[in-house]
């Protein structure tokens, strides 16, 4: 990116185009796949677009201090970068998050200096229970910048400016579809806007939780997918603010043991060693790459992290049994 005064600002984006041509032969699919290979990004994750963003808004706008506490709620990715940039930038950061998140992630934060507060995934689940959860955030850190990855404009503002030009320049304006995942919105409403812009027929597709693959009151313990949330049956006031419906053309669902297989694919035929969200993407990607009317056409699909940081998310019975067979 831009700002040549910061270098670890200077680190993030201009991540690589990779073509999954093995993947895509072996499975007579005739649409070119390209990932997006967001784990080069220097704390590992697409998320350190959304945090660079908002922190240089937020600087732009005077409103951060030395020694400022930055605080939000996440997944574990946003939480990962932003602890990066505040141990880069002198802030001190403070992230709440589902207490399932996985161990190398929450070891990750701490590792740049950051803490964490679990919340029970019971609580995120309750009726109105995330917008209870941020209440709460913001009432017990009443002097920290809450730097808000669900509403900021900052968050598709940084896609919009940097993520959907690269693949625009690095597909040379041949890209026709767009395959991400949602969770607060920001990857796929400002790189598909930019996209979208440029190309009016890019159509836009995100990946969403398979019914069984979502957690409810009643079953609170399914297996899902961290940064893949159900978008399509949820109340609009429920969503992420930075999630904007009118960018996406269609939905495809996916359970995740097909997303964790199709990562454990990409590791073992392309040697692309990803997170689930990303299998979810691919698996995505996949199927629309099978249908006929899109023979010959680019999808880009976002690969928004590796898969190390969920190692400790293995168990022993998928390693063998899940990677998907050809
Ligand atoms: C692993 C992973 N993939 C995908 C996403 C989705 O990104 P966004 O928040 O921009 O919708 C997230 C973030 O929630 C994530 O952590």
Redesign the pocket.
């Known amino acids: 990116m831009d700002d040549p005064r910061d270098h670890f600002g200077a680190l993030i984006g201009d991540t690589p185009l990779l073509e999954l041509r093995r993947f895509c032969e072996r499975r007579g699919l005739r649409a070119r796949i390209l990932a997006k290979v967001e784990a080069l990004n220097p704390a590992g994750?697409?998320?350190d677009r959304?945090a660079w963003g908002i922190i240089r808004a937020a600087e732009a706008e005077g409103r951060l201090v030395p020694g400022q506490l930055l605080v939000d709620l996440t997944?574990?990715?946003?939480g990962i970068g932003l602890a990066a940039l505040a141990a880069a930038r002198g802030y001190r950061a403070k992230f709440y998050l589902r207490a399932s998140t996985s161990h190398e992630k929450v070891a990750l934060i701490h590792r740049y200096g950051a803490e964490t507060v679990p919340i029970d995934d019971a609580e995120f689940l309750a009726p109105g229970g995330v917008d209870a959860i941020i209440d709460r955030v913001r009432r017990d850190n009443p002097d920290a910048f809450y730097t808000d990855?669900r509403a900021n404009p900052a968050?598709p503002r940084i896609h919009h400016d940097t993520t959907g030009p690269e693949i625009w320049r690095d597909t040379d304006g041949a890209v026709d579809i767009l395959v991400a995942?949602?969770?607060?919105?920001?990857?796929?409403s400002g790189t598909g806007r930019f996209l979208k812009a440029r190309k009016p027929g890019v159509t836009v597709v995100a990946v969403e939780p398979a019914p069984g693959s979502v957690p409810t009151r009643e079953r609170p313990h399914v297996d899902t997918v961290?940064?893949?949330h159900r978008v399509t049956g949820v109340e609009a006031g429920l969503l992420p603010a930075n999630f904007d419906a009118g960018v996406v053309d269609a939905f495809i669902p996916c359970e995740t043991r097909e997303a964790r297989a199709a990562a454990r694919t990409l590791a073992r035929e392309e040697g692309l060693f990803a997170?689930p969200?990303s299998g979810a993407v691919l698996h995505a990607a996949s199927v629309l790459a099978g249908r006929r009317e899109h023979a010959g056409r680019t999808i880009v699909a976002i690969v928004?992290?590796g898969g190390e940081r969920y190692l400790s998310q293995d168990r022993a019975d998928e390693i063998e049994s899940a990677v998907e067979r050809p």
């Open positions: 994750s697409i998320k959304t997944s574990g990715n946003t990855q968050n995942a949602i969770g607060t919105g920001g990857t796929i961290e940064g893949v997170g969200s928004a992290d």
